[in-house]
């Protein structure tokens, strides 16, 4: 947690400018995300897809923030799936 907060320093919630920037990721991008995350609750993943032009959401059900070490199979599997396609 004391490395996570020296990342986010003065902005908890993030850089309050990354709204503006989001438009320029011109890449197919997959949104992966814990359904139980409380660092970044779900409900904040529609700010991302309304962002980013190409972005698909996979919630993972019964994980939190830290995906690949509380649910490394279902995550590996979403991601599998997404490069794949």
Not at 11 to 24: A, D, M, S, T, V
Not at 29 to 52: C, H, K, N, S, Y
Not at 62 to 82: I, Q, S, T, W
């Amino acid at each position: 947690m004391a490395a996570l907060g020296r990342l986010l320093g003065d902005e908890p919630q993030g850089n309050p400018k990354l709204g503006r920037w989001l438009h320029r990721i011109s890449v197919p991008t997959l949104l992966l995300w814990g359904a139980e995350d409380r660092m970044r609750p779900a409900a904040q993943a529609a700010a991302w897809l309304d962002g980013v032009p190409d972005a698909r959401l996979a919630r993972i059900p019964d994980a939190g923030h830290l995906l690949f070490e509380e649910k490394p199979e279902e995550a590996v599997a979403c991601l599998r799936d997404f490069l794949a396609a």
